[in-house]
């Protein structure tokens, strides 16, 4: 079991598979290419399946896909089928920006992953290009259909609420959850490394979101999540506990849910449960800090797996009591190269 020094049990692993985006987001990765490590830093596909397994043995029982954008990265599904095969590994789950996603939904569902969350911050189209720096909104519509369609469910949509960018769309986001089977989540903008709009004008907390929302609509809270679509093989219980930091909400009479995730405003770092592997192989111990351990050096050097859990079990002893996010904005990684 990986227990941190607060007793804190680690079971949960995000594996940022490439620093590279095909997207521009503005808040996170205004200018990408400075940032972009060498294709030989990155960690191989072998690797990435090795330190995995490594962890999975020592107690992580869920994994989630990320990036940059995973799904532009060659061959993913190799690396997924090769994630899906590790013994003990009790959820494989993807995050994407959905741009590609029309395209790869089935070979997911196919290839044994279990959920996958779209990041989707407006539902304008001129709107979406101009915070993702030329995305197509068409293309991730597509793929958020495609995915409901091959049963790649519950299906979360996160939104990243900007105070004056996009916070009038709440309400328009809030309503996908009327006739569709999603679970649509506000999630507070970071203060994290460089970014192309200033936070301290643009953070909106989850509160005041949440406020807006009851007065525009009837809410009521969930203490699990029910979903009126069938879920994957093991999980028909039909419900989503809290392994994850948001608080569900659901508007009276809609298929799905709302939810709110408040890293700032009421951070939830005494349950985190994560550990975050970076695309060039550190691991990084909390989001808001830029404590990380190297895992590349040593795997590349030959260490044995017994030396490779050491330093992992010994890393999460270590890990942060929290983020600090106001009073110390971690600046060594772009969000795209952490992978949120
Ligand atoms: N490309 C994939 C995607 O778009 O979901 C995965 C990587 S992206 C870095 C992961 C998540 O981090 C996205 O939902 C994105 O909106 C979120 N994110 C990036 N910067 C953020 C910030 N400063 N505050 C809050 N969320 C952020």
New binding site residues.
């Given amino acids: 079991m990986l227990i941190d020094n607060y007793q804190r049990q680690v079971n949960y692993l995000r594996i940022?598979i490439t620093d590279m985006?095909n997207?521009r987001?503005l808040?996170?990765?205004p200018k990408p290419e400075a940032g972009w490590k060498i294709h030989r830093e990155i960690l191989r596909y072998e690797e990435i399946i090795k330190l995995a397994s490594l962890m999975v043995q020592l107690g992580i029982k869920r994994i989630r896909v990320?990036?940059?954008?995973?799904l532009i990265k060659k061959d993913v599904l190799l690396l997924i089928k090769g994630l899906a095969r590790i013994d003990g590994l009790e959820e494989l789950t993807l995050?994407?920006?959905?741009t590609k996603l029309a395209q790869f939904a089935e070979q997911l569902k196919e290839n044994k992953v279990d959920r996958i969350?779209?990041?989707l911050?407006s539902l304008n189209r001129e709107r979406y290009s101009s915070i993702t720096g030329g995305g197509n909104l068409e293309d991730v519509l597509a793929g958020i259909d495609e995915a409901l369609s091959v049963g790649l469910v519950p299906l979360k949509i996160?939104m990243?609420v900007m105070k004056g960018i996009n916070d009038d769309e709440v309400e328009s986001f809030a309503r996908l959850t009327l006739d569709k089977p999603v679970i649509v989540r506000f999630?507070?903008?970071?203060?994290?490394s460089q970014?192309g709009v200033e936070?301290d004008e643009r953070y909106l907390p989850a509160y005041i979101l949440k406020q807006r929302l009851s007065s525009n609509f009837e809410i009521i809270k969930c203490n699990s999540v029910s979903h009126p679509v069938p879920l994957p093989k093991g999980r028909e219980d039909n419900s989503v506990h809290g392994n994850g930091p948001a608080e569900y909400y659901q508007i009276k009479g809609a298929v799905g849910n709302i939810g709110f995730i408040s890293?700032i405003s009421d951070h939830f770092c005494v349950s985190c449960n994560r550990l975050r592997l970076t695309p060039d192989g550190h691991l990084r111990l909390c989001l808001g800090q830029d404590a990380e351990v190297d895992l590349k050096l040593p795997l590349r050097q030959g260490a044995t797996d017994e030396e490779l859990q050491r330093i992992i079990t010994q890393a999460v002893w270590n890990k942060p009591a929290g983020h600090q996010f106001q009073l110390d904005r971690p600046t060594g990684r772009q969000?795209?190269a952490?992978?949120?």
């Fill in positions: 940022s985006c997207l987001c808040y996170c990765q990320t990036g940059g954008e995973p995050t994407t920006n959905g969350n779209i990041s911050d996160n990243v999630i507070e903008f970071m203060p994290i970014q936070w890293p969000m795209v952490i992978g949120g």
